[in-house]
């Protein structure tokens, strides 16, 4: 069974700072994939970024990066430059691969404030 | 917009009633999943479709049901309502049934309210 861990319920920031929003993750299985989940208050889930378990890069969209460091089973969020449009709830997620289930896991979230 | 469209957006309902709930993939996706996130359990999946069958459950009710009609559209029925099954509910959908990535595209939920 897969689990994902976000330790941090809720999370200040100040605009234009960067933020990290910490997630960890076990699993077996040594194909997988981590992915963030950006949720606001109107409640859509908005994909944000994606991580492989063979990847050796780091994944990087935008002002999102993944700190993905595997021995530790941690995948990171980091936000640079926080707007305060990033205000919302982070889901990090977890999906087995090469497998017939696409079933993803996820997180309990963290809420992200940013401050003006 | 992630191409996947939920109706209704919003459902008032007593305790012991039915409900369906709606769900249109993206064009071109042949799996659908359903989620159910509430205040207590966080986001949990419930089942996947691919293109007609059942691919995979999970902590799914007896109560609930959901099936994947030829058109590839999906329905989540909810049957003996009660109101822990108070929650928003998720379809999302993917090009594949994820035997390597393929993002899952959200709709924007329907929010289940059961009084």
């Known amino acids: 069974a897969q689990k994902i861990t976000q330790t941090q319920p809720g999370m200040f920031v100040q605009e234009k700072e960067a933020v990290t929003l910490d997630c960890t993750y076990d699993t077996s299985d040594q194909s997988y994939g981590l992915f963030w989940y950006k949720q606001p208050s109107s409640g859509e889930m908005i994909f944000l970024i994606y991580q492989g378990s063979y990847d050796e890069q780091n994944a990087t969209e935008g002002r999102y990066s993944l700190n993905f460091q595997k021995a530790r089973k941690s995948a990171n969020l980091v936000i640079s430059a926080s707007q305060l449009g990033d205000s919302a709830m982070y889901f990090c997620?977890?999906?087995?691969?090469?497998?017939?289930?696409?079933?993803?896991?996820f997180g309990d979230g963290t809420t992200l404030t940013v401050k003006p | 917009d992630s191409g996947v469209t939920q109706t209704p957006k919003h459902l008032i309902t007593a305790t012991g009633q039915r409900v369906t709930l709606r769900c249109s993939p993206r064009?071109?996706?042949?799996?659908v999943y359903w989620y159910q996130q509430s205040l207590d359990q966080g986001l949990q999946f419930l089942i996947q479709y691919y293109n007609g069958e059942e691919r995979a459950k999970g902590n799914i009710l007896e109560r609930f049901s959901a099936q994947q009609f030829p058109d590839l559209h999906s329905e989540l029925n909810l049957s003996s309502l009660e109101l822990g099954d108070s929650a928003l509910y998720f379809c999302?959908?993917?090009?594949?049934?994820?035997?390597?990535?393929?993002?899952?595209?959200f709709g924007p939920g329907t929010r289940l309210t059961v009084l």
């Open positions: 064009s071109g996706d042949l799996s």
């Open positions: 999302a959908s993917s090009v594949a049934s994820d035997s390597s990535y393929n993002e899952q595209f």
């Open positions: 997620a977890m999906r087995v691969l090469n497998t017939n289930a696409g079933k993803s896991t």
